[in-house]
Each structure stands twice: as C-alpha cells, then as structure tokens.
T-cell receptor
Framework: DTGVSQDPRHKITKRGQNVTFRCDPISEHNRLYWYRQTLGQGPEFLTY????????KSRLLSDRFSAERPKGSFSTLEIQRTEQGDSAMYLC??????????????FGPGTRLTVT | AQSVTQLGSHVSVSEGALVLLRCNYSSSVPPYLFWYVQYPNQGLQLLLK??????LVKGINGFEAEFKKSETSFHLTKPSAHMSDAAEYFCAVIDTGGFKTIFGAGTRLFVKA
C-alpha cells in the first residue's frame, strides 16, 4: 500500500462553482479525517469518519461543505458555491481503528484549491 | 480544551548546528503528542509521537523530543542540522475525544550552508 492518496492535487475554480475532492485512505484504516490548511497556519480539523459514519463535524464546515464516505473506503469532500475564502490546502488523513495506533494519523499530499 | 503553542514561527540554524523547535501544550488529560514535518506542497509526515512510557522519544531523520509534564512542553531537537531538514514543523496534540488532531501554527526551519 502506498499510503493516503488525494485527487486532484490542484484545483483552480471560479467563485460560485462547485468542486469535489477525493481521498483514498490506507486500505486497512477505518478512520478517515479531513483538515483544511491555510497559508502560514497549521491544519484545522473539518470532519471525521469511522467506517461510513460521519461522527464529528467542525463548525468550520459550513452548509456549503459536505463529506461522504459511502462504503467506508474512499471519501469525497464537496464544496458548493465556492468563495475566495475557501482557497486552502485540503488534507485527508487516515488511521487504524485499533488501539493504540488509532491516534497515529497518516496524511495524504493534499488538494490545493484556488478560488478566483 | 487542548491547545498547542509553537514558539517562533521561523527558526534559522547553520548546517551542523543544533536544531531546537519549541512546543508547549495545554491539556486537561494526559496528552498524546506528535511532531509532523511538511515539505513544500506536500502533506504531513509523522516525525515522532509520545503516548505513554519513556518521555524521551526518538523519531525519524535523527529527531527526538522530550515530554516534560511539569513544563507542559514537548520540544523537538536534532543534534546536527542538515540542509534537507529545511521544512515546516508542526507540533500537535490529540483531543480528549481521541480522534481530532489539534495543530500548532507551525515553525519554519531554515538551514544555512
């Protein structure tokens, strides 16, 4: 297994358009996380899945954002009606569900979104 | 609520010199602490972690960190900097729920030849 993968790596879109990002976690990991990182800042938690269940959503995740993990494998993050403030790096991470390793999150390379 | 403070947004060292990146945390429960490294336009790579047990933890690329409960610190060190160490470093703590990682703002390390 080559680790967490994300697609696309870069996305440029015009304000008001919808975008969708995909994350493929490490295959045996049942926990999946989305984070957002703006320039000069650390990543901020957005949401978390255990298998297909979305168990936690940050207040950062406005109604324009939706995330799914339909079969407990890959996940998608959709942003509707994008705004310039959505420009950021979107990071996906996964971890094992087994103690103690579920604290150890493995990150993908990220999707950099630029909204013009 | 947990939080992480990294002292110094930028640190510059000469090649071969000691690297010291500072991190202080706030946690109401015994913390699980991490250091991650991020190279430009890449995701985060785990350098090392402290969960329980030995307070001095060794990681990849010659880095180590010491958990000091009395000082609520988890500073990252490397005896001799290499040019390839130039990157952004993030200290992080797992929240009490055990799933969300809370990151510091990061410290960019510059290594001079």
């Amino acid at each position: 297994d080559t680790g967490v993968s994300q697609d696309p790596r870069h996305k440029i879109t015009k304000r008001g358009q919808n975008v969708t990002f995909r994350c493929d976690p490490i295959s045996e990991h049942n926990r999946l996380y989305w984070y957002r990182q703006t320039l000069g800042q650390g990543p901020e938690f957005l949401t978390y899945f255990q298998n297909e269940a979305q168990l936690e959503k940050s207040r950062l995740l406005s109604d324009r954002f939706s995330a799914e993990r339909p079969k407990g494998s890959f996940s998608t993050l959709e942003i509707q009606r994008t705004e310039q403030g959505d420009s950021a790096m979107y990071l996906c991470a996964s971890s094992s569900g087994d103690r103690p390793n579920y604290y150890e999150q493995y990150f993908g390379p990220g999707t950099r979104l630029t909204v013009t | 609520a947990q939080s992480v403070t990294q002292l110094g947004s930028h640190v510059s060292v000469s090649e071969g010199a000691l690297v010291l990146l500072r991190c202080n945390y706030s946690s109401s429960v015994p913390p699980y602490l991490f250091w991650y490294v991020q190279y430009p336009n890449q995701g985060l790579q785990l350098l090392l972690k402290y969960t329980t047990g030995a307070t001095l933890v060794k990681g990849i690329n010659g880095f180590e960190a010491e958990f000091k409960k009395s000082e609520t610190s988890f500073h990252l060190t490397k005896p001799s900097a290499h040019m390839s160490d130039a990157a952004e470093y993030f200290c992080a703590v797992i929240d009490t729920g055990g799933f969300k990682t809370i990151f510091g703002a990061g410290t960019r390390l510059f290594v001079k030849a």
